[in-house]
């Protein structure tokens, strides 16, 4: 049976990620949520904008240099007698596998939209990927306080791109220099905004009901017939909230506010630990690990050379059952090595802390000493190894050339180096005399891959983007392709071709029916 404390511990946490557009708001989010968690005093502290301090987790020089967080770590709180763990994920343009894999860690998702823009190209990938893994969306309609796309025609917009049942919990009260305030769907109350300076403290709110005669004297007249009125069509349109729908994912209830204004977050908080699961059971070989079960914990995430201080690299590891202490002995379960880990940190920028105890859902680091990669398993009993874990198609493809070939044995050292952590896929040219290409799911991956070539290894290369899009595995032997320029390897030698479009695609495959193509390996998701 499960140790009490355990099964307490187990039942507190909450391990979510924020998916969004760039600039819908996830940085201001992140930092009012840890203001509420009473990580930090005053806002403003977290944000990654030029010219203020950083977000803890914007470590790379790179990231710096263009104020965004390119690679995730994990922020945790309390809140309300929970202990939350946010995975923080990238919100570049441009985005990279480790933005999905960080997914595969959490055990639901808040989706951020700008009121005015909807759902955006980026909300749409990001979100494929928790839809899925089958978690959990709550969502969040942000920048209520600058004029908004009319509520239902944004709900509307939701259920038809993202194919989600939306359940408003609150309702807005009009918008832009309008905005009032939201009202709460379920305790039928009035939140009512007051702009504060700069939004830098807890926001201030006034409750009170539809009836009640305090609402006109805060919202206006019109604002209070409009929620009326509103509030009528959405009783009799919109489905109700429904718990286990929404742990399915097919429902996602959803939140209107303010961010950098701080208004609506602390009620959204309240709501998300009430809402959001704790861990539950990971599929492996074994069939599925109860969090309760003794100590596992899967890789999801590999980095080099985190910090100058510490040169190494690090493994993040997601606890998917039992107690983790740091100094325990543990079985890797790919190569049956034991390994004791003494070296366990929670990872905020360069700070670290040594890491005591984890449960299920928390996140470690652990100093990697060359044996983890991802999808990896740790355990203390049983040889449990996960069934797939996803990489992801590529969809951009760039040529690399070594500036100085002295450099040779540095570059295949990078180059293995940071393909093993995903920051590209490397595909080979069979004839061996080319330099290889770079596969990743968006081009930012590539300046990245760079920009550390050079700063961790010294490794200067030049990198072209070329026209090919699209990537296709090939069945039999790789000789009878072999004429054909773009045909290459991925790392594990399996033969793949390279096509500048779907029509350049069915085209080879019209002209050339002796070639096989196979549907996308088992271990690549397709986004
Ligand atoms: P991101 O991480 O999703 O990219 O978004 P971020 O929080 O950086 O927000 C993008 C911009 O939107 C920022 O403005 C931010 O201040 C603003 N913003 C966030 N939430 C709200 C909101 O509720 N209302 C309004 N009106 N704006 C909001 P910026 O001009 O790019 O930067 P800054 O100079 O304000 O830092």
Redesign the pocket.
């Known amino acids: 049976m499960a140790d009490k404390n355990l099964t307490t511990e187990i039942a507190r946490r909450r391990t979510f990620a924020i998916i969004?557009?760039?600039?819908?708001?996830?940085?201001?989010?992140?930092?009012k949520l840890l203001l509420y968690g009473g990580a930090i005093l005053e806002a403003g502290s977290v944000?990654?904008?030029e010219g203020?301090s950083h977000t803890k987790s914007d470590w790379m020089s790179i990231e710096q240099q263009r104020g965004?967080s390119i690679s995730s770590s994990a922020l945790t709180f309390e809140f309300s007698g929970r202990h939350i763990n946010l995975l923080d994920t990238p919100?570049?343009q441009d985005f990279s596998e480790d933005t999905y894999r960080t997914l595969t860690a959490a055990d639901s998702a808040l989706m951020?939209l700008?009121a005015a823009r909807g759902v955006q190209t980026q909300t749409e990938k990001l979100f494929a990927v928790c839809r899925n893994r089958g978690i959990p969306i709550l969502t969040f309609v942000?920048?209520?306080?600058?004029p908004a796309q009319d509520p239902f025609e944004l709900l509307e917009q939701i259920e038809n791109i993202l194919k989600i049942t939306v359940v408003p919990l609150t309702w807005p009260i009009g918008d832009g220099p309008d905005f009032k305030g939201v009202y709460d769907l379920q305790t039928k109350q009035v939140l009512a905004f007051e702009r504060t300076a700069g939004?830098k403290q807890r926001a201030p709110m006034q409750t009170a009901g539809l009836d009640d005669p305090k609402l006109v004297g805060l919202v206006g007249a019109d604002l209070a017939a409009k929620l009326r009125h509103d509030v009528e069509l959405i009783t009799a349109a919109l489905p109700e909230f429904d718990a286990a729908e929404f742990l399915s994912g097919e429902l996602t209830p959803v939140f209107f506010?303010?961010?950098?204004?701080n208004?609506g977050i602390e009620h959204f908080l309240s709501n998300f630990v009430e809402l959001a699961p704790p861990p539950g059971p990971t599929e492996t070989n074994l069939g599925e690990r109860e969090p309760e079960a003794p100590f596992a914990g899967f890789i999801f995430k590999l980095q080099a050379n985190m910090s100058k201080q510490h040169r190494d690299r690090t493994a993040f590891m997601r606890v998917m059952s039992g107690h983790f202490e740091r100094g325990m002995d543990v079985t890797h379960t790919r190569t049956g090595r034991k390994l004791r880990l003494s070296q366990a940190h929670t990872l905020f920028a360069q700070d670290r802390e040594k890491v005591e105890d984890a449960y299920p859902g928390d996140i470690v680091g652990l100093v990697n000493p060359g044996v983890f990669q991802i999808g990896d398993v740790i355990s203390v009993n049983g040889k449990v190894v996960l069934p797939s874990f996803p990489r992801f198609t590529p969809e951009t493809f760039a040529t690399i050339g070594l500036r100085d070939v002295g450099k040779r044995k540095a570059f295949m050292k990078g180059l293995q180096q940071l393909a093993e952590e995903g920051v590209v896929q490397v595909f080979y040219p069979t004839d061996g005399a080319r330099d290889p290409y770079l596969g990743a799911v968006g081009p930012l991956q590539f300046e990245v891959f760079q920009a550390r070539l050079l700063e961790e290894y010294g490794v200067d290369v030049e990198m072209n983007v070329t026209s090919y899009q699209l990537v296709r595995w090939l069945a039999g032997d790789a000789n009878s392709v072999a004429r054909f320029a773009r045909h290459v390897e991925d790392d594990q030698g399996r033969p793949v071709m390279l096509f500048r479009s779907k029509y350049d695609l069915s085209y080879t495959q019209e002209q050339h029916p002796e070639i096989e193509f196979l549907p996308l390996p088992k271990d690549l998701t397709r986004v």
Request: aromatic fraction near 4%; glycine fraction near 12%.
């Open positions: 969004s557009h760039p600039d819908a708001g996830k940085t201001t989010i992140t930092e944000t990654a904008k203020r965004i919100g570049h951020v700008d942000n920048k209520m306080d600058r939004g506010g303010s961010a950098m204004n208004f």
